[in-house]
């Protein structure tokens, strides 16, 4: 039975469930989820990610971490932690970055905190083994700092529904429709502490307003470890820089937007990061965090243009390809100002370009 086939008996049998229990089910069902069995990443298969798009943005990754690890005091052993490293390939052009300063990528240890089982073996086929694998990001020994870098993590990670109605919120469920399909719908908040974001109360009937508790728990995790051990953690992903409304759920399949629904395990499913719920519960947990800056200004102030005019030179016949690759990172209407890019820290630590860290 597919697993679209088993969410509506279930859903026929105990009722609605939430998006983030479809999201997670989606996404990680062990039969049939998409990152379990199916997730294909690149230009052949369901989406790109940065650092698919070009060397240069794993590469400057690299030259970020090498200056965090300088002025966290150059310790000859840390954590070089990459969660949800995809096929491998920011990984790899981060450590061939690291190479321009051997004493790094000697203190180097390198953990990647992976779920699904067929993206380990890309990763594996592209790394070797030096790498060590876990499952979740406690599973990574406390005890020494941490760099930690995530692109397109947070996306993966589920948030609730909260739909404006005529005297109050509800939560947005799945249900059955009257056709036997999978359908929206609306639960009631009742008298639970359930509210969507407080800045958000204020919003026109039918608004959608998201809250994901995954999110910030994650950044709690994060911001326990860098108050505890020090570092600094990296998240990049597309998201909101401010509270913001609208429903971001959003499924893609060969590189098509395409019905959630209808589309169980078969296709990627994300929703925006929330990175002011980010920053807020990693400065709760104790860690400094923000600004939040757009990923076209992290890589221009770490000096992408140069380092495209550099690709281009070495090669001219691949210049067009690099300055196409440079306007997607970069540019406005590309991944430059709808992703975002936010650094946790340990308290006494800056790292670049998050000098005003709070
Ligand atoms: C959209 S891909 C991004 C891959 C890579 N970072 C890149 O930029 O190409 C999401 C990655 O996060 C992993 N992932 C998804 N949910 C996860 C979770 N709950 N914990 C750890 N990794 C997860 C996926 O298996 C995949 O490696």
Request: some cysteine; glycine content about 10%.
């Amino acid at each position: 039975m597919s697993l679209l086939d088993r969410l509506k008996a279930q859903i026929a049998q105990d009722g609605p469930i939430g998006v983030p229990e479809f999201f997670t089910r989606c996404l990680h069902d062990p039969r049939d989820g998409y990152y379990a069995m199916r997730p294909d990443l690149g230009a052949g298969g369901d989406f790109i990610t940065a650092p698919l798009v070009s060397q240069m943005f794993g590469e400057l990754i690299g030259l970020w971490a090498i200056e965090t690890w300088t002025r966290m005091g150059r310790p000859s052993s840390f954590r070089l932690v990459e969660m949800g490293p995809g096929d491998g390939t920011l990984m790899s052009d981060l450590l061939r970055a690291g190479k321009l300063e051997p004493d790094f990528l000697a203190a180097a240890e390198v953990w990647l905190v992976e779920v699904s089982a067929p993206l380990k073996v890309r990763q594996a086929a592209k790394l070797g083994d030096a790498p060590r694998w876990v499952g979740r990001l406690d599973e990574v020994p406390v005890g020494a700092p941490m760099i930690l870098v995530a692109n397109e993590l947070l996306d993966c990670l589920p948030a609730r529904q909260f739909v404006r109605i005529k005297d109050g919120w509800a939560e947005r469920v799945i249900g059955l429709g009257e056709d036997g399909a999978l359908a929206f719908g609306l639960r009631g908040l009742g008298k639970s502490a359930d509210t969507p974001i407080p800045d958000l109360l204020i919003q026109p009937e039918g608004s959608i307003v998201e809250s994901s508790p995954a999110q910030a728990a994650l950044a709690s995790d994060i911001a326990h470890r860098l108050a505890a051990d020090g570092g600094a953690a990296l998240l990049i992903d597309y998201g909101r820089a401010a509270p913001e409304a609208g429903d971001t759920l959003q499924a893609i399949q060969g590189h098509q937007k395409v019905d959630p629904l209808k589309t169980a395990g078969l296709a990627d499913l994300t929703v925006w990061a929330d990175f002011p719920a980010v920053v807020a519960a990693a400065r709760e947990t104790g860690a400094k965090a923000g600004p939040i800056i757009t990923q076209g200004e992290f890589l221009t102030a770490l000096g992408i243009e140069a380092r495209a005019q550099a690709l281009a030179t070495a090669r001219p016949d691949r210049a067009d390809q690099v300055a196409r690759q440079l306007d997607r990172l970069i540019g406005e209407a590309q991944m430059g100002a709808l992703f975002k890019v936010a650094c946790l820290t340990a308290p006494d630590l800056s790292p670049p370009l998050f000098e005003d860290a709070t």
